[in-house]
Each structure stands twice: as structure tokens, then as C-alpha cells.
């Protein structure tokens, strides 16, 4: 689960504003976009001195009324990560390890450990979970970038490039023309209801921690439902220490093993 992924604007406000703004300057190459978006994103060596990189907040876990729960997310390179929510004083957890993932979701009632299915494991190895920026070493990572149009998003002028990643999946991504900083990505399609629906994901709130500059609101919104999911960091850590053993297979305690497996 990356954090990967904030309510918009109020409609009727965007749609005015939408409606009197001019689309991005078509002038830019796609190599200035890219140099461009870096540079506001803190520069690359700062972002290649980040070794590993620790985001704590609150994410909406939906319902009526919706819950805020507190999450922390570990990211160490490459790939490594750990994702924990906790719920009523229960702490779900997501660990990947750069090769394999597990999960643990108590809150489910799924008091075990569960390997990541081939889908799972494909997204988390894909070049844009990585910590870096979507842009960032696009070319060392195999990402091919083209400039897909001009648009606007809540009330942003942007270029939209079309990202094809190195196993062939595309994602569209929206660059704000004034700031240079991403507004919008496509996700991970999601499969709900038995059909599957496109995912958005809007980042906004930027600010710098530690020389890298970071949107401290995500917002997933997922085509065809009303709700949207937004994630809130309160805390940023750049190169905090990090064992690798908590990268590794969760270990169940002995009184989750009990509840996993009743007598």
C-alpha cells in the first residue's frame, strides 16, 4: 500500500475556476519538463543522499462517520518498505523486502500472516514505488516519458506525460505548468463491485523537509464512487536508521497465533 493515495475543492468553485483558465504553455519539451520537475521536487543529489525515508500521519479509512487512523510508512532503498495502521489498538501491517511481501490484518479478522499475491508483488517491484519522485532517473529505471497534451487540473494549468514503464504499463501524470510539481497521477486500477475502475491520485500541500520538497496530502479517488481516501503526513524523516529486519516476514505473537487458530 503505497501512500500511496483528499477531497477536492468544492465542485461548483473548480468548475468556475476551470472554466476561466488557460491550458499549460505547449513551448516545453518534454527533457525541460522533466529537468524542471526535479529541480522543484529538491534536486537530484538531495533526493540520492535520501537513503531511507519515514512518513507518519493519519489516513481515512472510510465509514460513516469516517475514521482518521494513524499510520507510519518506512521506505529504505531498493524497494524495501513497512506499512502500519493501527485500528482500535490493533496494528495492520504491510512489509515488502525488495523481492517478497506479507501482510497482517487483524481488523479483518485475518489474525495471519499472508504472503502478497503476483499482483501485489508486480506493483510494489514497479519503478514508481520507489521513494524517488515518479521523474526522478526515469531513463536509468527504464520509464519512458512522452508529452501526452496540455490540461487543467483544479483550476492548475499541466502538462500531462504519459509514463510507460519498464514491464509496459502506462501511467498518466499531471505537471503543474507554474510550479512544476505533480498534481495528478493515475493509480493502480482497482477491481470493486466485480468491474474494474480507473484510480486518481491528486497530491497537494508541498513542503520541504530535509532539502526534498514533499506533498503532505494525497488523495485517492477511485472512478465511479463518491468517496475519496486522503492520507495526511504530520511527520517527515529523511536517512532515519532503519534495520532491515523489520523488512522481513512478520512474526505473529503468541497471543495472535491463539486467535488464528482457535482450538
Not at 19 to 30: F, I, K
Not at 56 to 73: E, Q, V
Amino acid at each position: 500500500m503505497k501512500p500511496i493515495i483528499i477531497r477536492a475543492a468544492c465542485l461548483a468553485t473548480l468548475a468556475a475556476t476551470v472554466g476561466s483558465v488557460s491550458a499549460a504553455p505547449a513551448n516545453m519539451s518534454v527533457e525541460q519538463i522533466i529537468e524542471r520537475n526535479i529541480a522543484a521536487r529538491g534536486g537530484l543529489p538531495a533526493w540520492h543522499d535520501a537513503k531511507t525515508l519515514v512518513m507518519a500521519g493519519d489516513i481515512d479509512a472510510g465509514g460513516k462517520p469516517n475514521h482518521a487512523l494513524p499510520y507510519i510508512l518506512k521506505e529504505k532503498r531498493p524497494h524495501k518498505s513497512r506499512l502500519e495502521i493501527v485500528f482500535k489498538d490493533q496494528t495492520s501491517t504491510q512489509v515488502f523486502d525488495g523481492a517478497q511481501g506479507w501482510k497482517v490484518r487483524p481488523f479483518l479478522n485475518r489474525n495471519e500472516v499472508e504472503a502478497y499475491t503476483p499482483a501485489e508483488t508486480k506493483a510494489a517491484t514497479a519503478a514508481e514505488q520507489d521513494l524517488d519522485p515518479p521523474l526522478m532517473d526515469h531513463a536509468a529505471k527504464g520509464t519512458q516519458v512522452k508529452l501526452a497534451g496540455t490540461d487543467v487540473i483544479e483550476g492548475h494549468p499541466a502538462y500531462k506525460l504519459l509514463l510507460t514503464l519498464k514491464g509496459g504499463t502506462k501511467r498518466n501524470l499531471w505537471i503543474d505548468s507554474g510550479s512544476f510539481l505533480e498534481l495528478k497521477m493515475e493509480g493502480e486500477p482497482r477491481k470493486m463491485d466485480g468491474k474494474m475502475h480507473n484510480v486518481a491520485v491528486y497530491f497537494r500541500d508541498y513542503k520541504s523537509e530535509h532539502g526534498l520538497n514533499v506533498p503532505h496530502t494525497q488523495e485517492t479517488s477511485v472512478e465511479g464512487y463518491k468517496q475519496s481516501y486522503k492520507m495526511t503526513i504530520t511527520r517527515v524523516a529523511v536517512n532515519e536508521p532503519i534495520d532491515d529486519g523489520l523488512f522481513q516476514k512478520p512474526q505473529l505473537t503468541a497471543q495472535s497465533a491463539a486467535v488464528a487458530k482457535p482450538k
